[in-house]
């Protein structure tokens, strides 16, 4: 079944399981509209995952918790681009790289949005080193291998927004970033999935992060140095790509660490990724680890 925004979610009538569906209101932020406690109504499909939505049931329930749109189950290893803005490599006084540079999170960094707390480390805080990096995300809709950039997003079930939660100091210890990348809850995903028919181009994608209200990054798509048909091509070289696969295609300028003084999370700050058009706003409030 076709469809143009779904989102994996909690009701609010008393439902054993998760739902999918599309949401009533083509235009409404679902993230921003369930943070500020609005009912939003969404159009139920028969499925159980966005992979094999189904069909519309005919039945409409209320969102009370917004998922990840993909489980952890269905997610498998998420593939992570660094260093993928040419804004952000300049912040970062590192050269613009040739090829993709790829690290991986377990899927137990899968997590969902707002109300769900996201975690920072106990490691991270003795630190105190916790940033943020709002992305674009791509998930895979069928398998690939071996795909030319010009067939890549042929592949692609469609696009969130994720905030690829990092350790700093870890990450500045490391000659690589799965450590300090790869805690648990470290990648929210959502609110929700827009279609790749209703995105042909997503390089017309803007991104925002904002803390606590305050605008930290704001770029459009067209400063990313490696395009998502490329992304999705490098990755499925020598390497098949299941449905399924989440994709965090880099950050832009503004991360914490390049602020002065920099700009970490610390417990009940709040962070949003706004994705636009379609996606919307994906809600995280930091919590400190006990």
């Not at 279609?195 to 925002?208: E, G, K, L, V």
Request: charged residues 20%; aromatic residues 6%.
């Amino acid at each position: 079944m076709a469809f143009e925004r779904l989102v994996r979610f909690i009701p609010r009538r008393n439902i054993s399981r998760p739902l999918i569906g599309q949401p009533v209101d083509g235009n409404i932020d679902v993230g921003k509209a369930v943070r500020n406690g609005e009912a939003v109504e969404v159009r139920v499909f028969s499925g159980n995952s966005i992979l094999d939505p189904g069909s519309p049931t005919g039945e409409t329930e209320v969102i009370d918790r917004i998922l990840s749109p993909v489980s952890a189950e269905e997610v498998g290893t998420i593939r992570c681009i660094g260093l993928n803005y040419a804004n952000h490599a300049k912040e970062a006084n590192m050269k613009v790289p040739d090829v993709p540079m790829m690290f991986m999170k377990p899927a137990t960094a899968l997590a969902d949005p707002w109300p769900v707390p996201t975690v920072i480390p106990r490691h991270t805080l003795k630190d105190d080193c916790a940033d943020y990096e709002a992305e674009l995300a791509i998930v895979i809709g069928k398998a690939c291998k071996n795909v030319a950039a010009k067939e890549a997003l042929d592949y692609v079930l469609g696009y969130t927004a994720a905030n690829d939660v990092s350790s700093r100091a870890s990450q500045i210890a490391q000659s690589q970033a799965c450590y300090s990348k790869g805690f648990d809850g470290s990648c929210p995903l959502g609110p929700v999935l827009v279609s790749a028919a209703a995105m042909p181009d997503p390089s017309q994608f803007t991104i925002r992060g904002l803390k606590n209200g305050e605008v930290m990054q704001s770029s459009g798509l067209s400063d990313m140095i490696f395009g998502c048909a490329q992304l999705v091509s490098f990755l499925s070289q020598g390497t098949t790509l299941p449905a399924g696969t989440v994709i965090l295609t880099g950050t832009p300028a503004g991360v914490g660490f390049g602020k002065k003084p920099p700009a970490y999370l610390h417990d009940k700050d709040e962070f949003v990724v706004e994705l636009l058009p379609h996606v919307g706003s994906l809600y995280s409030v930091f919590e400190a680890e006990n």
